[in-house]
Nanobody
Framework: QVQLVESGGGSVQAGGSLRLSCAAS????????MAWFRQAPGKERELIAG????????YYADSVKGRFIISRDNTKKTVYLQMNSLKPEDTAIYFC??????????????????WGQGTQVTVSS
């Protein structure tokens, strides 16, 4: 497994931006796709963005498309989520996850073997 640690969460007003980082450690990072999930209170954890190891395949949920950008630097073993034009409904705990599948539209929480501890993002109106 790969160990993941998220950072960069916080509180921001609607319309603002935040950049989340996910630092990975462990040799098994190599070759893995990375994804960002979020979980709002009382809701299921949802996949919002993903990127393959090479960066050639990306995924965005409709709710964040055009506002969020996922990127990765494999030399630094770090994945990023740039979040722009934030809305109150983006308030959630954000998790990064690692796995080997990139059939994004069908992926579930159980398809990812490694998870970070999560970072809180709060967007006020």
């Amino acid at each position: 497994q790969v160990q993941l640690v998220e950072s960069g969460g916080g509180s921001v007003q609607a319309g603002g931006s935040l950049r989340l980082s996910c630092a990975a450690s462990g040799r098994t990072f190599s070759g893995q796709a990375m994804a960002w999930f979020r979980q709002a209170p009382g809701k299921e954890r949802e996949l919002i963005a993903g990127m393959s190891w090479s960066g050639g395949s990306t995924y965005y949920a409709d709710s964040v498309k055009g506002r969020f950008i996922i990127s990765r630097d494999n030399t630094k073993k770090t994945v990023y989520l740039q979040m722009n034009s934030l809305k109150p409904e983006d308030t959630a705990i954000y998790f990064c996850a690692a796995g080997f599948r990139t059939t994004w539209g069908t992926l579930r929480v159980s398809d990812f073997g490694s998870w970070g501890q999560g970072t809180q993002v709060t967007v006020s109106s």
